[in-house]
């Protein structure tokens, strides 16, 4: 079953909240999708809407799910390394499937890029707990000077900045999102100091809940599935992908 023993050692609402914001993500990805290859264009306002408050969702989350890996075994630089060469190798798989199967859009610093710098740039801001608040308002006030900052260059794609005309199916630069993601932290320290739930709250016996505690338990799994399935499925539909631009 979903809630089993294997996962005692997990908070279920974590795991609950994850799976709503990946189920948000396949949703706000697969109308991307149809934005992209089949020039849909209905709802442009409220999808760009639902795609914002998703990634926040999803980055804050992770945030939040860090600190409690960190205040439970205070892990050790060699950990942080390996998780940041898995996100980030796995983000660069991505950019290079993207170059090579796509005419534009290429994904250069998805959400896998960024998470996977995050747990890394967030290290020495742990110390801070809930004041974590603090920086995360000048990372996300950074993100607005960096919008309307741009250079011929890609090197600085992970900050922000990026050459005029810039267009990516994906996009996480530090600025603001890594102001998200210590908004996560943040909350993370007064609910859940030295990682444990500072409230009590019963398990849910409920199917439909212990699903999406499934999901949000295989979040990486999913992400890297969900775009084939998606492309393979329009493909199959449509006998074709006829708009290669938005």
């Not at 949703?27 to 926040?56: C, M, P």
């Not at 995360?136 to 000077?145: D, E, S, Y």
């Not at 890609?154 to 890594?178: A, K, M, R, S």
Request: aromatic share 18%.
């Amino acid at each position: 079953m979903f809630g089993s023993e294997a996962y005692s050692k997990r908070f279920w609402e974590i795991d609950f909240v994850r799976g709503v914001a990946l189920i948000m993500m396949l949703i706000s990805n697969f109308v991307t999708d149809l934005q992209f290859f089949l020039g849909y264009s209905e709802h442009k306002l409220f999808w760009r809407i639902f795609a914002y408050a998703t990634a926040s969702l999803f980055v804050s989350i992770s945030g939040l799910s860090l600190w409690i890996s960190h205040a439970r075994s205070k892990k050790s630089i060699r950990k942080y390394l390996l998780r940041f060469a898995k996100l980030f190798g796995l983000g660069l798989l991505i950019t290079l499937t993207t170059y090579l199967l796509l005419e534009r859009g290429t994904i250069y610093f998805g959400v896998l890029h960024f998470l996977g710098v995050a747990s890394l740039l967030v290290i020495p801001f742990y110390r801070l707990g809930w004041k974590n608040i603090l920086l995360a308002i000048l990372f996300l006030l950074g993100g607005q000077v960096v919008d309307n900052i741009h250079a011929e260059t890609l090197l600085l794609i992970p900050l922000g900045v990026t050459p005029q005309n810039f267009f990516t199916l994906d996009y996480f630069p530090i600025f603001p999102w890594f102001g998200v993601f210590l908004l996560g932290t943040a909350m993370g320290a007064p609910i859940y100091p030295d990682g444990k739930r500072r409230f009590k709250i019963k398990t849910p016996r409920n199917p439909l809940i212990e699903f999406v505690c499934f999901m949000g338990r295989n979040t990486l799994k999913v992400y890297l599935l969900h775009q084939p399935v998606f492309v393979g499925f329009l493909l199959l539909l449509y006998g074709g992908l006829p708009n290669l631009s938005l």
